[in-house]
T-cell receptor
Framework: EDQVTQSPEALRLQEGESSSLNCSYT??????LFWYRQDPGKGPEFLFTLYSAGEEKEKERLKATLTKKESFLHITAPKPEDSATYLCARAQGGSEKLVFGKGTKLTVNP | DAGVIQSPRHEVTEMGQEVTLRCKPI?????LFWYRQTMMRGLELLIY????????DSGMPEDRFSAKMPNASFSTLKIQPSEPRDSAVYFC?????????????FGPGTRLTVL
């Protein structure tokens, strides 16, 4: 069964305090690992797709990395506007289905 | 581009009533997905279409749920009869299939409350 597990469930940071969010997934047939950001009352907003171990992608203060078993979303010097729930999802070979983790709720205090 | 459009944004209904949720995907996208999000279960895929044809409906909870896509620019998700446990946020998403880009873009969601 496809499993995507995110940790921690919630994370509270001070502005400027860097940290990482974790996403671990079942290994077989990975076709892509996706990161989304979701603000309250809105739909998930696409951030990154990673396809192979060792791949990295960056956008402003966010950097996503991928290994054979997990992905990390690194947040460098976060600002209050980075507060949101961050979701990761895996796509499996042979299907367009995405299996989502339950997300990490990030709060950045000024 | 206006993005994925969903209506209504909020729906409050009584148990036993029929509910219809609507979605307009991004123009040119050939995949359309319906998801349900709850605190307990997170974001779950209900059904998805490719070129208006249902491909996988294994996530549809039971026969009370049905989805249609009569053309490339419109889809509906219907619940009949509705029950309180159907209360959730329902999202529609669309994507364009290619070798390297299959990102799903989500709509704003419909918050359904069944009393």
């Amino acid at each position: 069964e496809d499993q995507v597990t995110q940790s921690p469930e919630a994370l509270r940071l001070q502005e400027g305090e860097s940290s990482s969010l974790n996403c671990s997934y079942t290994v077989s047939g990975l076709r892509g690992l996706f990161w989304y950001r979701q603000d309250p009352g809105k739909g998930p907003e696409f951030l990154f797709t990673l396809y192979s171990a060792g791949e990295e992608k960056e956008k402003e203060r966010l950097k996503a990395t991928l290994t054979k078993k997990e992905s990390f979303l690194h947040i460098t010097a976060p600002k209050p506007e980075d507060s949101a729930t961050y979701l990761c999802a895996r796509a499996q070979g042979g299907s367009e289905k995405l299996v989502f983790g339950k997300g990490t709720k990030l709060t950045v205090n000024p | 581009d206006a993005g994925v459009i969903q209506s209504p944004r909020h729906e409050v209904t009584e148990m036993g009533q029929e509910v219809t949720l609507r979605c307009k995907p991004i123009s040119g996208h050939d995949y359309l997905f319906w998801y349900r999000q709850t605190m307990m279960r997170g974001l779950e895929l209900l059904i998805y279409f490719n070129n208006n044809v249902p491909i996988d409906d294994s996530g549809m909870p039971e026969d009370r749920f049905s989805a249609k896509m009569p053309n490339a620019s419109f889809s509906t998700l219907k619940i009949q009869p509705s029950e309180p446990r159907d209360s959730a946020v329902y999202f529609c998403a669309s994507s364009f299939s290619s070798r390297s880009t299959d990102t799903q873009y989500f709509g704003p969601g419909t918050r359904l409350t069944v009393l």
